[in-house]
């Protein structure tokens, strides 16, 4: 026999040790949580086992009504959580507890900023799990068998969480998992059975299966509500009810913004409970992560739905549960893709969660601006993927703009409304920052004629605004692009257009300005955009801008040969200069104009040294 009686002695992996001691300095001041984390793996280790009893009924082994139970000894100074889920086996017990760090760790720690009151928000939103249990305790023993398998392969796992922990073979009848705490020197107030039921009550009252806390003659009393929340009728549930659910569900440390709960009759049946979060979560980002709503199949916990089949991605900030009746328990991924319930439940969620949204932004402006500085990024991946609720999505989105500088707050309706007397289309400009956007020589001519022009400063608003073409009927146009039709910006209330048409002499300087940069402009022109600056790098209709050249670049893609158009303001005092001397040697300007109207527009240079070579030239 391989196994023996004497314990085994591991090391607990680097990253395990560092989150172990993060986590016991950060929420010191938040100890009682260790007891939601204990009960909701107990709660998850029922649900586990009810999935794989779906295939398997041997597993329930004549003890299916599944439970948590709480035993306090007080001389001991131990409490026990004891589950009668799946429970693990050796292997188990070595990968989830200690030795192996979950991809999860390794993303948490990354994202830790040092700062001590983040960091703790962090915790509060990561979950923290099993290790919590080390807040409290001086040492942690687990002993736990694994449902199907014999008593013999009952394991005890045992540590202080200082780096190590033993494990050995310690036979076991009844399968799922004991953990008991060990409370270290001066955390005997867990020792009161009125603690632990009110800390139950704070964070678990939700937990759809019973919590029964035993007293000292091992009667043991259902401490929480035990019910699956989202099957009770509305009328029986409190705005707190929700926010406590929410806060099981999600840990997040506000309160939701807006919830949504619905069912509906009919031939096929489903109940949903969404939640739109007040705070972005750290992972919202991470291409792997994001949490999926809950699925439920007749109360019992199918997965989560990680690969957003029950919402789509850009609305992946909604937290939730959707449960139903007329799926098959044994629901797979593949069935999740192909399946016409699904389908409806999406298609359901999606109007709910755009509806309210919809409505938020009407009733409470200041809330919503709250959403959309923590969602609207997200939002804004709507009309890319959503091609069928693009025009509702849009109506969503907030941007800041020419008009209203302070925060992201104009919507297109707000722009259609303000549009001038025959405006024609909805300006946009895009670029790297917003201060880049922002002191654009691209938007002089729309200053100076009033006319607004949204700032597009994100790496997403390329994306959107190749997907949004139009808003209501009315075209989206970059600034930056194409040939300007000054008659199309409206009635110009300030004077009327000058005449573009340039002089003899500047038409002279077009022409040599060409022939020095050659092949690295498509054309030189003269501006109707421009009134501060000397000249603009315009691209054509089709051609990508700079800002997404410059992404596309970053992404490892190769670029067909695009060249640029530089315009040149015939009224600036250089050119008018220039345009006097026909004589004087013209290289060194022409490539400043041109080095210079790529900087203005985010670019990057070729030939940075060359730059700085020719200005100091000219200073000189
Ligand atoms: N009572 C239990 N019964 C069975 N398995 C358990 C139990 N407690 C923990 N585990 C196993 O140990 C793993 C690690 O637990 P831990 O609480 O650290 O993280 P988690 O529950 O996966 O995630 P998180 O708590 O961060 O949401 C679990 O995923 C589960 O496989």
């Given at each position: 026999m391989s196994e023996t009686k004497t314990p085994e002695t591991f090391e607990f992996q680097a990253e395990v040790r560092q989150l172990l001691d993060l986590m016991i300095h950060s929420l010191y001041s938040n100890r009682e949580i260790f007891l939601r984390e204990l009960v909701s793996n107990a709660a998850d280790a029922a649900d586990r086992l009810r999935f794989e009893a779906?295939?398997?009924?041997?597993?329930?082994?004549?003890?299916?009504?599944?439970?948590?139970?709480?035993?306090?000894?007080?001389?001991?100074?131990?409490?026990?959580?004891?589950?009668?889920?799946?429970?693990?086996?050796?292997?188990?017990?070595?990968?989830?507890?200690?030795?192996?760090?979950?991809?999860?760790?390794?993303?948490?720690l990354d994202a830790l900023t040092g700062d001590q009151k983040q960091d703790s928000q962090l915790i509060g939103q990561f979950g923290v799990g099993f290790y919590s249990a080390f807040i409290v305790a001086d040492s942690v023993t687990v002993h736990t068998r694994r449902a199907?398998?014999?008593?013999?392969?009952?394991?005890?796992?045992?540590?202080?969480?200082?780096?190590?922990?033993?494990?050995?073979?310690?036979?076991?009848?009844?399968?799922?998992?004991?953990?008991?705490?060990?409370?270290?020197?001066?955390q005997d107030e867990f020792l009161s059975r009125d603690r632990l039921r009110q800390v139950i009550r704070r964070y678990s009252d939700h937990i759809a299966i019973p919590i029964r806390l035993l007293d000292d003659q091992d009667e043991a009393e259902t401490v929480n509500q035990a019910s699956a929340l989202w099957m009770r009728p509305k009328s029986e549930l409190s705005d707190e009810d929700y926010q406590q659910f929410y806060q099981q569900l999600s840990f997040d440390t506000e309160p939701p913004l807006r919830w949504m709960h619905n069912k509906v009759e009919g031939d096929q049946s489903?109940?949903?409970?969404?939640?739109?979060?007040?705070?972005?979560?750290?992972?919202?980002?991470?291409?792997?992560?994001?949490?999926?709503?809950?699925?439920?199949?007749?109360?019992?916990?199918?997965?989560?739905?990680?690969?957003?089949?029950?919402?789509?991605?850009?609305?992946?900030?909604?937290?939730?549960?959707?449960?139903?009746?007329?799926?098959?328990?044994?629901?797979?991924?593949?069935l999740l893709q192909h399946n016409r319930l699904i389908d409806r439940i999406r298609a359901a969620s999606?109007?709910?969660?755009?509806?309210?949204?919809?409505?938020?932004?009407?009733?409470?402006?200041?809330?919503?601006?709250?959403?959309?500085?923590?969602?609207?990024?997200?939002?804004?991946?709507?009309?890319?993927?959503?091609?069928?609720?693009?025009?509702k999505v849009a109506g969503l989105l907030r941007f800041h703009s020419t008009q209203d500088e302070e925060e992201q707050r104009v919507s297109l309706a707000d722009y259609l409304e303000r549009m001038k007397e025959g405006q024609k289309a909805i300006y946009y400009l895009t670029g790297e920052s917003l201060a880049a956007v922002r002191n654009s020589p691209h938007l002089e001519v729309f200053r100076k004629r009033g006319v607004e022009v949204l700032l597009l400063a994100e790496p997403v608003d390329e994306w959107l605004v190749a997907h949004l073409s139009k808003y209501k009927d009315t075209p989206l146009r970059a600034v930056g692009k194409g040939e300007l039709e000054l008659d199309?910006?409206?009635?110009?209330?300030?004077?009327?257009?000058?005449?573009?048409?340039p002089s003899a002499s500047v038409k002279t300087l077009l022409e040599r300005l060409q022939s020095e940069l050659g092949e690295q402009v498509e054309d030189v022109r003269a501006s109707s955009r421009l009134t501060d600056s000397p000249a603009c790098i315009v691209v054509s209709e089709h051609d990508f801008g700079i800002n997404m050249q410059r992404m596309l670049k970053a992404a490892g893609h190769e670029l067909p040969a695009q060249k640029p158009v530089l315009e040149i303001n015939p009224d600036h005092p250089i050119i008018q200069r220039l345009a006097a001397d026909e004589q004087a040697p013209l290289n060194d300007w022409a490539s400043l104009l041109y080095e210079q109207a790529v900087l203005m527009d985010g670019g990057r240079l070729d030939d940075p040294a060359g730059f700085v070579r020719r200005m100091n030239r000219l200073l000189d």
């Open positions: 779906l295939q398997d009924a041997a597993l329930f082994e004549d003890d299916p009504e599944p439970e948590v139970r709480i035993v306090v000894d007080e001389s001991a100074r131990t409490i026990t959580i004891s589950d009668n889920g799946i429970g693990m086996n050796r292997t188990d017990v070595i990968d989830n507890l200690g030795t192996i760090a979950r991809s999860g760790t390794r993303r948490f199907g398998e014999s008593a013999d392969a009952g394991v005890r796992w045992q540590s202080d969480g200082k780096g190590e922990f033993s494990l050995e073979a310690s036979p076991r009848a009844r399968r799922g998992t004991d953990v008991t705490v060990h409370l270290a020197e001066g489903f109940t949903t409970l969404l939640f739109i979060p007040a705070q972005r979560p750290f992972d919202l980002f991470e291409p792997e992560s994001g949490h999926g709503l809950r699925l439920y199949v007749r109360r019992v916990f199918i997965m989560e739905d990680r690969e957003h089949r029950l919402l789509p991605r850009y609305l992946r900030f909604v937290r939730g549960v959707v449960d139903s009746d007329d799926l098959p328990l044994n629901v797979s991924r593949e999606v109007k709910r969660v755009l509806d309210t949204l919809e409505r938020l932004a009407k009733d409470d402006a200041a809330v919503y601006q709250r959403f959309w500085s923590a969602f609207g990024t997200v939002l804004k991946e709507g009309p890319i993927e959503d091609p069928g609720n693009a025009e199309d910006l409206g009635e110009d209330t300030a004077e009327k257009p000058e005449s573009v048409e």
